[in-house]
Structure formats: structure tokens, C-alpha cells
């Protein structure tokens, strides 16, 4: 990262004592969430203080993902109405970040459609973003800068949203090109951050107090690929699992290409390892993974699922899942009803194939209608339905962990929660116990959550 020292000075002299509020929004997946909170690290040390009412913000930054056309659709909406926010307030300045930027016809496109926008800057914010911000507080008329810089670095504070959940970024871009996909033209190769930085990142966030430690990459089981064999992903796995304390640690997404028997040892050795996996598989078709570029066949995938499940048959398993890819049959998408009904998978996360330019599946030839992907999702949708709420009957009974999370928004005096295995708990219960662990006795299952009462805290571990 570039060292920003003398253009944050510049800022902080401009801005003087004036106090000044930021709303900085993130779209997308956990690890954008995650590039926004250290965007706000970076703010504080220009003296913003932060606000979620984007009428009151002298600075509103969009960081953008661009991984489905509706993503970029909604923030390109979200753009056009702060025309008159910027009418109001000419002295606003709006900031775009993110995947979306990060293709040059998207800041083209906003350059010429969108006077409103100050700035552009792709995926490279910590380095871009101070000199930006000072172009267009000085009035300098609107400015990008897409190019790659190897950002979001070891030493980049993050605002933190939780005080007891932690994201940890443990590895940036993707080596794959799955043919539908446009992360690897926006986020660049894998990039493996030093072992030791983020050890000593663990262990400040469980001595201050965070209970779950969330570790991220788009393929965080391919952590350590570029680091000459200093260490693997199950090897840092066993590593933090070494920090004293109590806490879970998860992470996400693994790539099913890199889930090796030596992951799931670890996975099942770590005390601290929660009981969950997320293991993206795309579709039950062999024919269709390959020609999405996925590197496995669904045999390959059901021996892990087997694999997991020989050594704990409730192991939770959640799913990425394509449906519409270019020319996907019925039968192909029969398949995918399968392997939903054979693995039991707690929850699926299922998306309508989009179209992204520049990635080769843009280029396939796809004869399957709009209507007739969304009867296959639909489908999909309720095949799940109806495996979640056979499959959650088997915690009736049994004492689950939970990190308390939130009130509940379903029912007053009830407060939700997630176990190990990812699922989540709603139950009765006092707010001061939000950010701790309860153990909850399930006495019900639905489609979404299972419900049951305090038990004895903090005994199970
Ligand atoms: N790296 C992870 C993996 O390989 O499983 C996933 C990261 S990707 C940002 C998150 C999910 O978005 C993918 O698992 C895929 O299901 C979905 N996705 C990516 N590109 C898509 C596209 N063009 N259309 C629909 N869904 C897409
Ligand atoms: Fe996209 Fe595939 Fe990389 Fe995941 S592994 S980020 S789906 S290219």
C-alpha cells in the first residue's frame, strides 16, 4: 500500500476542526463488508466520524460488488437518486468503490451518466481513496484511479460493526476463472497475507473480547498456495486453534478443489473449528461443472461430503449453487435436485446465472429461457424448504451452543442466535446477553431456525 502519511495531513490541514460524517455502504459478499470497514479505518484517520442516514453525511462512499448484473442494476438506482441529495448540497462529495468500479466501461459509464459521482476507484480504495477525496474536496472536477494496487493490507485498521464477531481477510483475488465469473478480472490473483501477521491478528481480537473469528478469501482453503509451503490452510488452522480463550473460528468460501482429507482432520481436531462447512459445489451436472471450469466432478464432491459425514453423519454443510448456467438441461438441472436431496445441505445460497462480460461463459450460446430459470429456482427453493425443516427435527432434544446475536425481530423478548453449525437459534431471553455465549435446549424446528429455551450457560463448549 502507498504511504498516504503526507496526503492525510493535507486533508486533516483543508478540513481543519470542521466536523465531518461519512456513510460508507458495502454490497455484496463478507469480504467487501470487510474492505468497507477498513475504508472507515482509513476515514477516522481523516477525522470522519460515521453516520447511517445518508442525508446527514458530508461524504457518502458506495463499495460495490459486481459478481451479478442485479447487484451493479440496484447500485447504479441508488446512484441516480443521490442526483438530488448533491442538488441540495453541492458541497457533498460521493465516492464509488469496489468490484463494480474496478471494469473500466463501469467508470466510463458513471463519468458520463452520473455528474453526481465525485471519484471512482475500483478494488485499490486504501491506496487511492486520500488523494481522491483531496482532488475533489479542492473542487478538482471528477477523478479515477483503477488501477491495481496490493491493497487492503496487514496494517489497515477496520471500524468494526460487531464487538464480539471478527472478520479476518486471510488471502485477496482468485487464481480459477470459472467461466462465469467475474471476480478474477476485478480482484486480481491470489495473494496469501504472512502467517504470523494474522496470528497476532487473532490473538488481539480474542484478548479484546470477540468470541467468533470469521477467517475470508474467495478461496480461503487455497491459503498459502503462493507461499512456497511456509504454511497451508489446515496448518493455520491448527494454529489459531493454539490461541487461549473461547471463541469459533469459521471461514468461507472453501473451494471444493482444495477440500483435502488433511482440511477436514483439521477441521475435526480444532476444538475451536466450528461444525460447519461452506462447500460452494455450483451444480449437481459433472457436464455443467465442467464447462463452468470448476475443476472437480460431483463424484469428487460427494467423496468430501462422504468423507465429512463417515466421522460426524450431522456435520453442517451450506452450498453455493448456479441455476440457468448457459444450455442447462433438465436433466442437468435434475441433478442438482439431487445432490441437494443427497447431501441435506442445512441452507443453499442459489443465484439465477448472470451474465458477465468479459468472462468466457458470456460468450456460450444459452437456449433456456429467463421463465424457465426462475421455475427451476423456484423449484430449487422449495425442494430446500422442505430438507431444512426435515433436517433441523435432528437438534429437538439435544443442548446446542449459541453466540447470541441479536433480539429477535419475529417475537418480542426473544433474542436469535447462531450454533457451531451455523444455524439459527431463536429463544427467550434477556438482551445483555447478546455477544455471549448461552447454551439453548432445542424443543422445535422450522424451515429457517430452530427454537428452544436457556439451559445452564457457558457448560458446553
Ligand atoms: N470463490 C467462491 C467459490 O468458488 O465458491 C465463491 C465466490 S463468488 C463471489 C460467490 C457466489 O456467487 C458463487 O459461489 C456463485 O454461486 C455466485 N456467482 C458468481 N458469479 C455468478 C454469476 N455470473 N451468476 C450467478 N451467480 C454467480
Ligand atoms: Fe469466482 Fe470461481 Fe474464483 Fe469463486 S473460485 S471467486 S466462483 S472464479
Redesign the pocket.
Known amino acids: 500500500m502507498k504511504d498516504n502519511t503526507a496526503v492525510i495531513g493535507e486533508i486533516n490541514g483543508l478540513l481543519g476542526s470542521s466536523p465531518r460524517k461519512a456513510y460508507v455502504r458495502s454490497f455484496g459478499c463478507q469480504l467487501n463488508v470487510s474492505d468497507g470497514e477498513k475504508i472507515q479505518g482509513l476515514l477516522r484517520k481523516m477525522g470522519y466520524t460515521f453516520t447511517e442516514d445518508e442525508h446527514k453525511a458530508d461524504l457518502i462512499i458506495l463499495n460495490t460488488c459486481a459478481?451479478r448484473e442485479n447487484a451493479e442494476d440496484r447500485v447504479f438506482g441508488i446512484v441516480g437518486s443521490m442526483k438530488k441529495l448533491k442538488e441540495l448540497r453541492p458541497s457533498l462529495i460521493i465516492g464509488i468503490a469496489g468490484c463494480m468500479t474496478a471494469q473500466s466501461h463501469v467508470a466510463e459509464k458513471i463519468k458520463k451518466s452520473y455528474p453526481q459521482v465525485d471519484f471512482v476507484m475500483g478494488t485499490s480504495a486504501l491506496s487511492a481513496l486520500p488523494k481522491l477525496l483531496l482532488e475533489a474536496l479542492r473542487g478538482g472536477g471528477f477523478t479515477a484511479d483503477i488501477a491495481e494496487y496490493d491493497d487492503f493490507s496487514e496494517a489497515a485498521e477496520q471500524v468494526r460493526s460487531s464487538s464480539f464477531k471478527a472478520s479476518v481477510p486471510i488471502m485477496f483475488g482468485?487464481?480459477?476463472?470459472?467461466t462465469?465469473?467475474?471476480?478474477?478480472y476485478v480482484?486480481g490473483r491470489e495473494r496469501s497475507r504472512r502467517p504470523g501477521d494474522i496470528i497476532a491478528e487473532v490473538r488481539q481480537l480474542v484478548s479484546e473480547g470477540y468470541k467468533e473469528i470469521m477467517l475470508l478469501g474467495?478461496?480461503v482453503n487455497s491459503y498459502g498456495n503462493d507461499l512456497g509451503g511456509e504454511m497451508s490452510f489446515p496448518q493455520l488452522l491448527r494454529e489459531l486453534n493454539r490461541i487461549e480463550g473461547d471463541f469459533w473460528i469459521r471461514f468461507m468460501?472453501s473451494?471444493p478443489k482444495d477440500a483435502s482429507e488433511e482440511l477436514i482432520d483439521a477441521i475435526f481436531d480444532c476444538e475451536k473449528a466450528a461444525k460447519h462447512l461452506h462447500l460452494?459445489v455450483?451444480s449437481g451436472s459433472t457436464d455443467v461443472l465442467a464447462r463452468?471450469?470448476?475443476c472437480y466432478t460431483v463424484d469428487d464432491y460427494l467423496k468430501i461430503v462422504d468423507c465429512i459425514r463417515s466421522r460426524d453423519p450431522d456435520f453442517s454443510l451450506t452450498t453455493?449453487l448456479i441455476v440457468g448456467f448457459p444450455d442447462e438441461t433438465d436433466e442437468d438441472f435434475r441433478a442438482t435436485l439431487d445432490i441437494v436431496k443427497k447431501v441435506k445441505y442445512d441452507n443453499i445460497y442459489s443465484f439465477i446465472y448472470s451474465k458477465r462480460s468479459g468472462t468466457k461463459a458470456a460468450e456460450m450460446t444459452d437456449g433456456t429461457s429467463e421463465e424457465e430459470k426462475g421455475i427451476r429456482m423456484r423449484k430449487l427453493l422449495e425442494v430446500q424448504r422442505e430438507i431444512s425443516t426435515e433436517h433441523y427435527k435432528r437438534f429437538i432434544g439435544r443442548t446446542m451452543r449459541v453466540l447470541v446475536d441479536d433480539v429477535s425481530k419475529k417475537k418480542e423478548g426473544w433474542l436469535t442466535g447462531k450454533s457451531s453449525e451455523f444455524i439459527i437459534v431463536e429463544f427467550e431471553g434477556d438482551s445483555s446477553l447478546i455477544g455471549q455465549f448461552v447454551n439453548v435446549e432445542i424443543t422445535g424446528a422450522m424451515n429457517w431456525a430452530v427454537t428452544g429455551k436457556i439451559a445452564e450457560r457457558n457448560a458446553l463448549k
Open positions: 459478481v482468485c487464481n480459477n476463472f470459472c462465469y465469473c467475474i471476480v478474477p480482484r474467495q478461496n468460501s473451494h460452494p455450483q463452468m471450469n470448476r453455493d
